[in-house]
T-cell receptor
Framework: DAGVIQSPRHEVTEMGQEVTLRCKPI?????LFWYRQTMMRGLELLIY????????DSGMPEDRFSAKMPNASFSTLKIQPSEPRDSAVYFC?????????????FGSGTRLTVV | LAKTTQPISMDSYEGQEVNITCSHN???????ITWYQQFPSQGPRFIIQ???TKVTNEVASLFIPADRKSSTLSLPRVSLSDTAVYYC????????????FGQGTTLQVKP
């Protein structure tokens, strides 16, 4: 398996623009997680899905952020409009179970810079 | 949610054994302990997990005493490539399946 695939690897955008981050989880993994990492706040869980259904979005910072999982092999995290404080590395992870009995597999991340 | 405490940073030299201890005094009965490793510019990577006593795999060993209030990740004969951030996380019923990362321990291996 190619692992969790995220695109793009790097994104530079201007404040106010819409940004869409993409994730392809490992086939057969029923759980998908979106994390954000910054120097100040570390790794933060934003939202997670089970069988394509959002289960917990309590970590989503505000209404500008939205996440979807239209099918088992694809998820998006959208920021509209983007702000400089959204600059971070965004990771997608997938797992067989919610408790991570076999570990979560993370993608390589998308480094977002909002100028 | 079980709170964890681990050293912010550690230094070591190549070839040495490194032990990173994590404190989790209020770990729930059904919680396991899992450790992740994160290299710069990469996502975290699952290393090892355990419930009690000792677990060993090709990467590391994990020691969990009988009271389960702490755990120690042991990396044998580290190399420069082991320089990374190491996270200790409890998981199970106490966190309803969500892995919550703390600040981790930054291990710097020197030549």
């Amino acid at each position: 398996d190619a692992g969790v695939i995220q695109s793009p690897r790097h994104e530079v955008t201007e404040m106010g623009q819409e940004v869409t981050l993409r994730c392809k989880p490992i086939s057969g993994h029923d759980y998908l997680f979106w994390y954000r990492q910054t120097m100040m706040r570390g790794l933060e869980l934003l939202i997670y899905f089970n069988n394509n259904v959002p289960i917990d979005d309590s970590g989503m910072p505000e209404d500008r952020f939205s996440a979807k999982m239209p099918n088992a092999s694809f998820s998006t995290l959208k920021i509209q409009p983007s702000e400089p404080r959204d600059s971070a590395v965004y990771f997608c992870a997938s797992s067989l179970t919610s408790t991570g009995d076999y570990g979560y597999t993370f993608g390589s991340g998308t480094r977002l810079t909002v100028v | 949610l079980a709170k964890t405490t681990q050293p912010i940073s550690m230094d070591s030299y190549e070839g040495q054994e490194v032990n990173i201890t994590c404190s989790h005094n209020n770990i729930a009965t059904n919680d396991y302990i899992t450790w992740y490793q994160q290299f710069p510019s990469q996502g975290p990577r699952f290393i090892i997990q355990g419930y009690k006593t000792k677990v060993t795999n090709e990467v590391a060993s994990l020691f969990i005493p009988a009271d389960r209030k702490s755990s120690t990740l042991s990396l044998p004969r580290v190399s420069l490539s082991d320089t990374a951030v190491y996270y200790c996380l409890p998981y199970g019923s106490s966190n309803t399946g969500k892995l919550i990362f703390g600040q981790g321990t930054t291990l710097q291996v020197k030549p």
